[in-house]
């Protein structure tokens, strides 16, 4: 079978096998990433229409217990300069982004530990109060199942964790010792079981990834059935031990958006900052290539330069307003219309988006 008779069988069916993703990998062109691109924003547009999402993220602090390789903000970055936002002040992001339309908002920190459930608890239960019409999204990492139920019950709607790699020994690449696999294969477990509408993804082009992992990456994909899958090429950050490794690569990441798409067409595939990062117009082609999703940052101003994942990160300098504007824009460019709506997954029970 050749390359465009594999995708058209991944939008048939839904599905490839092993040494089928392994042959589209090893070989696909430019030619089969556009037939690939053209067929899963068609895909896109019959399940969204010609709308995008977005989601306001809030990164409320930067202070890690970990130290994955490829992170600006591990813990032994003693260049990154700490911060933590009050609740206080995520309130005020979130009042700031209902305004400019969000209906979403992403809360997002390294695994600090002084965010106690109960905090966290109380955090997202003061959201909710002040806007019942929004949803929210955590991804705070790995928890216990008890407090992933508590803050689910809280009114958490979503959980963003990665899964990084389907592979084990790739994920020991990337991680220190203390991390396991298995234990962040459980959290995602959890996270479903209690009824999140659950996020997984991996960085295109980590360090030591190969074909064969990547192959895996989109059966777990198919297995999990992640109602939201987050994508971005690996890009270095020059305080970590990865800083001479090279990016992951722009095409891959859009192909691999395209086939996500194709092989689950309700899926919410945000066109991440970190493409928009390699390439001014990366989000546009994320979403040409069919992504429904942008996450633009309300985090107060003074903090953004701080949450460095990795370099050269951008949207670090504008305030929320302008980026909301900048997006809308660079969406109506491309033919596509920013809305103003919670964004959930088709799946999503609406009579539970009330509670
Ligand atoms: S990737 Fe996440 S868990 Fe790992 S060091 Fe960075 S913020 Fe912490």
Redesign the pocket.
């Known amino acids: 079978m050749n390359n465009k008779e594999l995708i058209d069988l991944l939008e048939k069916t839904r599905h490839l096998d092993r040494q089928q993703w392994i042959a589209l990998l090893e070989s696909y062109t430019d030619e089969d990433r556009a037939y690939a691109a053209h067929k899963a924003a068609q895909t896109a547009v019959k399940v969204f229409g010609k709308e995008i999402f977005i989601r306001g993220i809030v990164e409320f602090s930067n202070v890690?217990r970990?130290?994955?390789y490829y992170?600006g903000?591990?813990k032994s970055n003693a260049n990154c300069e700490r911060y933590r936002l009050t609740k206080e002040q995520i309130l005020d992001c979130c009042d700031a982004g209902y305004e400019y339309g969000f209906r979403t908002f992403v809360l997002q920190s390294?695994?600090d530990k002084s965010f106690t459930t109960d905090k966290l608890c109380d955090i997202v239960g003061s959201i909710k109060k002040a806007h019942p019409d929004c949803a929210v999204t955590l991804s705070v990492?790995e928890l216990e199942y008890e407090d992933y139920k508590r803050l689910f019950d809280a009114g958490a709607d979503r959980y963003l964790l990665r899964h990084e790699t389907a592979n084990p020994e790739h994920y020991r690449k990337l991680h220190p010792s203390d991390m396991s696999w298995q234990r962040r294969m459980d959290c995602l477990k959890q996270l479903k079981e209690i009824g999140y509408q659950t996020g997984c993804g991996m960085m295109v082009g980590a360090p030591y990834q190969t074909v064969e992992d990547i192959a895996d990456d989109l059966m777990f994909v198919e297995r999990f059935k992640p109602e939201m899958i987050g994508m971005g090429p690996f890009i270095p950050h020059k305080d970590t031990p990865f800083k001479d490794k090279p990016a992951g690569s722009y095409e891959l990441t859009l192909f691999l958006i395209s086939l996500c798409r194709l092989m689950l067409p309700d899926c919410l595939i945000p066109a991440t900052t970190a493409l928009g990062t390699i390439r001014p117009d990366g989000r546009e082609h994320g979403v040409m290539a069919g992504a429904n999703v942008i996450m633009p940052n309300l985090s107060p101003m003074n903090v953004r330069k701080k949450y460095l994942?990795y370099d050269g990160k951008i949207c670090t300098g504008d305030e929320s307003a302008q980026c909301r504007a900048c997006l809308e824009r660079r969406m109506e460019s491309i033919g596509y219309k920013v809305i103003i709506t919670r964004g959930d997954h088709k799946s999503y029970d609406k009579d539970s988006s009330l509670r």
Request: charge should be negative.
């Open positions: 890690c970990n130290d994955c992170c903000i591990r390294g695994e990492g994942l």
